[in-house]
């Protein structure tokens, strides 16, 4: 009996975490077009590596999105930001393919959001259809082209993961027929002096130019480069695909040191909970800056990246003679295009500085727990908040219309890879407007308040930052803005397809925002780009002809209230 049960916790697991191999799929493409990239998966973005492909849809919405292969959706978002309306397909071959940035469904799929919305009385809405809700087939329309969300042009952003994981895959690893045979193009090499390091006798990095092309390059020029004591390099490389200009990512980076492989990464999978981590992978500044693409053969004291192959010595390179020694990276798409530049350094010994420690006051150790307390300040940060140890910067200043002074925490120029907590003692706060108070980060020219949030406790607010900067507390006291597009004051609506209001707010955001007609709740559409509410009259959202009263209620994230109200006959 006990092997029928075996077998049987075998085929289970087999069919519920199991998948297939990537050259085994037979997925279909998700559009109807040719699949022409603007950006591929774990190209650089800001704070994240792209976690799929973004596939042009010639500047237009509406066109029809397929399922690439048979299964269920599993997920639908509706949300104004990051993916804005999105769909998961769950797949019997242990992937889940991931839809965003989609304009609006077939019926069957719009009913049910339209239900899941009208029940949580909410436009933004996070569902997990069971597996016997929203079947679909192979090639079946479920969805169409979009712009919504953080999109800034329209396009499909199209993802494979891992069903049991959610770790997002490569989806150029299964056979899209998508045209490249273009060679990565390397821009240039950096190289870091690194604990008590030195480059041509500074300790400061020093920048190789390169010159060449398809797939062939050399230095720009041939100055010798010596280096003493520890040092880190990195490649400046992007990638380019048939049919478009748009830069892309590479997928492997192999560094040779005298013939022998020191560091390898490949970008096959990520993993969402260290994507994060691209800020000590890359060159921060200069992706920040720049938009340069550095991908650093070293790691940080800090860094969970699972993307490297090969290591040693943590990319760390440093030698005990004075001979000149050979260097070379290689560099491949995920087609196997490649691109390689081979050069010279020397060696000028080591340094002596290469246990070097950062001591005294003003030191942050990457992997401890961390708690910085001035006058009015306090910081805790939990441990691999930061990458590497830092000799952290505090000053203050006073701040006209602030309720705290401005606290400069560091500088923003170092990135930080998770949230901690951050208070600050506030200064006249009138009493009963302690709900009203918010932290806000300022702008290095103190123009701009990005509000932070924050609770009021004793005189103090608290909150949680993702970032170093310029920190103070502002009072949000003042409600939301809503101004008529539309609609008047007994107007006759029957005309229109929709009504319409411009809505905002001066400092902490706008957080709520629900319709009313009749006093019956009805569903609203915020699009945040504009700053437009929108609540149309379809099969949704049916009004009678009549008289009818509208009210409107805003909220902003300190809960100070707009209402408004008008009558209208439709």
Known sequence: MKYYIIFFVFLISHFSFGQVPYEQTNFQAPLGIDLVLAGNFAEMRSNHFHTGLDIKTNGREGYKIYAIDSGYISRINVSHYGYGNAIYITHPNGYTSVYAH????????????????????????????????????????????????????PHLHFEIRETATENPVNPLLFNFDIKDDIQPKLLDIKVYPLEGGYINGKKSEYNMDLKGSSGNYAREYDAPVSFKGKIGLAINAIDYLNGAGNQCGIYTVELYVDEKLKFKQKLEKLDFSTNRYINTHSDYLEYRLKKQSYHKSFVSKNNKLKIYEVIEDKGRIFFDDTLVHNFKYIVKDVYGNTSTISFKMKSEGLSGEENEVLSGENVLDATSNNVVQQDGFEANLPRNTIYDDLKYEYKTEHLSNAHAPLHHF????????????????????????????????????????????????????????????????????????VVPINISEGKNMASQNDIQFKISDNLSGIDTYDAYVDDKWILSYYNTRKGT???PFDEYNVVSKGNHKLKIIVKDERKNVTEVSYNFVR
Do not use: C
Request: aromatic share 10%.
């Open 410 to 481: 560091h500088n923003d120029h170092i990135p930080v890879q998770q949230y901690f907590v951050l208070k600050l003692k506030t200064v006249n706060v009138p009493k009963g407007a302690e709900d009203k108070a918010l932290i806000v980060e300022m702008s290095s020219n103190k123009r701009q308040a990005y509000a932070k949030g924050g609770k009021y406790n004793d005189g103090w607010m608290e909150t949680e930052v993702k970032s170093f900067g310029n920190y103070t507390v502002k009072i949000d006291s003042i409600a939301p803005s």
């Open 102 to 153: 989609l304009s609006t469904f077939p019926k069957e799929v719009l009913d049910y959001i339209r239900k899941k919305q009208y029940s949580k009385q909410s436009e933004t809405i996070q569902v997990y259809p069971g597996p016997n809700e929203l079947k679909v087939k192979k090639g079946e329309v479920f969805a169409f082209s979009g712009n919504s969300g953080s999109s800034t042009a």
């Open 533 to 535: 509410l929108t609540i």
